[in-house]
């Protein structure tokens, strides 16, 4: 397995972690050789294998992992155990943590926060402020969106749009 990137001298201290920046050593998916990346703990948070990649200032660190072809951008933060992989994204400030887990075709983005056992997967979208936990499941082209909150063992799957803060699914 070639390396496709390095840890660089440049750090920040983030809830008393070190995390480097990264920087691409050689060319694969959208990003080019000496592309700057965000914020890692340890090599173990993002594989080498694949179109992976943590861009912007996003930050990913503990044991979360981040594989396969899934991107973390923005100001995203994924952290714990969670992890986003195939082609999962998590942007804007969304943060993904616990043992959740984002994959398939999935978007995490602006504030919302997917966490303890969740899955959110196949081409759902969770985003503005919504949250997704316990061990809630959103799936298929469901979007979770607004202030919404789906928790316990909730499946929200199809074609549905949950919005607003009354929504709120157990």
Known sequence: M???????DETVNHNGRTLYRI????DFGEVMEG???GFIESERNLSHEGNAWVGDEARVYENAR????AQVYGEAQV???AQVFEYGQVYGEAQVYGNARVFGNAWIGENAQVFGKALVFDRAWVFDSAWVFDS???????????????LGCAHVHGEVELAGI???IQ
């Open 136 to 150: 809630a499941r959103v799936y298929g082209k469901a979007w979770v969106y607004e202030r919404a909150h789906v």
């Open 66 to 69: 981040v594989f396969e072809n």
């Open 166 to 168: 009354t929504d709120t």
């Open 79 to 81: 952290y714990d155990n």
């Open 23 to 26: 920087k691409a050593i050689r």
């Open 2 to 8: 070639a390396k496709k990137y390095i840890l660089t």
């Open 35 to 37: 592309d700057l990346g």
